[in-house]
C-alpha cells in the first residue's frame, strides 16, 4: 500500500518506480535512509480502454504521482530491447540500429538506457503515446528496460569470481538470459517459449555456445516458482552449480504480500 507519509513535502527522500506490465503496473519504492519504509501497489489493467486511458486513470487518481522524488524509474518489461557496444553506437542513429534488429513498428519510441559497466547501450521499444503521456505526466522520470538493473547487478557479482554466471530470468512466455564472465558480457537474449522443454533446449545451447563448465560454472534461475521448477529438474541433471534465486531487501520490505521481482531487486541493489 501507498504509505500516508509518502505526502508531497517528503518524497523527495524517497526513490520510486513504475514497473510497467502488459496487464498492469506495480508502483513502488523506499526511503534509502529509514528501514521497513517499502511500499508497493498493484494497478491492473481492466482492458476496457487503450493502455494510455488506464494509466492516466491510475494516475491522476492518486497525487503522489505528480510528486518529485530522489529518483523516478519507469521500468518497461517485455517487448523488444537489444544492446549496442558504445564503439559503434550513435545516438542519432538509434531508431536505424532498432529498426536494423527488429521489423519497422511506427508506434514504437525508441529508448536508450546506457550501461556504463559495459560501454554499452540498452535500446528498447516503447509505445509512443505511454511515453508522451508518462513524461509529461511525471517528474524527472528515467525510461529504462528491466534487463537493465539485472545486467548491471549480475555483472557485479560476477567481478570477483572466477566461474561463468548464467542468469535466465522466466517470464509467462518469455525468458532473458544474461551470461557474465568477471565483468565481462558473454551472451544476452531474449526467447519466447510455450513449455519447459523449449525453455531448456535454450538454456542448454546457450551453455554449449558459451562454452560452459558444467561442474565450476553456475546457472541462477529466477520467476514464479511453478515455471522454474520444472526447468531447474532438468538443468540440474547436466549442470551441477544450479538454484533458484528469491531473495529479499530485507532492510526495506515491509512484509507486503507480494513478491519483489528480480529486476526490482537488482534495481535497489545497483543503486540506479
Known amino acids: 500500500m501507498i504509505p500516508d507519509k509518502l505526502t508531497a513535502d517528503l518524497s523527495e527522500n524517497y526513490k520510486v518506480s513504475i514497473r510497467l506490465m502488459p ?12 528501514n521497513d519504509s ?30 518529485s522524488y530522489q529518483s523516478f524509474h519507469v521500468v518497461h518489461v517485455g517487448g523488444k530491447y537489444t544492446i549496442i557496444p558504445d564503439p559503434v553506437f550513435i545516438e542519432k542513429e538509434k531508431d536505424r540500429l532498432f529498426d536494423f534488429c527488429f521489423p519497422k513498428d511506427p508506434s514504437l519510441k525508441t529508448i536508450v538506457h546506457p550501461v556504463h559497466a559495459l560501454d554499452a547501450s540498452i535500446l528498447f521499444g516503447l509505445d509512443k503515446d505511454v511515453y508522451a503521456f508518462l513524461l509529461r505526466s511525471l ?56 513449455n519447459s522443454q523449449d525453455a531448456v533446449y535454450y538454456i542448454m545451447y546457450i551453455c554449449k555456445q558459451t562454452g560452459f563448465n558444467q561442474l565450476e560454472d553456475y546457472i541462477t534461475v529466477s520467476g514464479r516458482q511453478d515455471l522454474c521448477r520444472p526447468v531447474l529438474s532438468v538443468i540440474h541433471k547436466y549442470v551441477k552449480k544450479t538454484n533458484y534465486f528469491q531473495h529479499k531487501v530485507s532492510n526495506y520490505q515491509d512484509g507486503s504480500a507480494l513478491e519483489l521481482t528480480p529486476d526490482m531487486i537488482a534495481l535497489m541493489e545497483c543503486g540506479l
Open 23 to 34: 496487464d498492469g503496473l506495480y508502483f513502488w519504492g523506499y526511503n534509502p535512509s529509514e
Open 139 to 194: 517528474t524527472n522520470p528515467q525510461f529504462i528496460h528491466s534487463i537493465s538493473p539485472l545486467l548491471i547487478a549480475w555483472q557485479k557479482k560476477s567481478l570477483p569470481v572466477f566461474p561463468k554466471l548464467m542468469h535466465v530470468a522466466m517470464h509467462q512466455t518469455t525468458l532473458d538470459v544474461l551470461c557474465v564472465e568477471q565483468g565481462n558480457l558473454l551472451f544476452l537474449n531474449s526467447y519466447s517459449y510455450e
Open 38 to 67: 517499502f511500499f508497493i501497489e498493484s494497478f491492473t489493467y481492466e482492458r476496457q480502454v487503450t493502455t494510455v486511458e488506464e494509466l492516466k486513470n491510475i494516475v491522476f487518481e492518486h497525487p503522489c504521482f505528480s510528486f
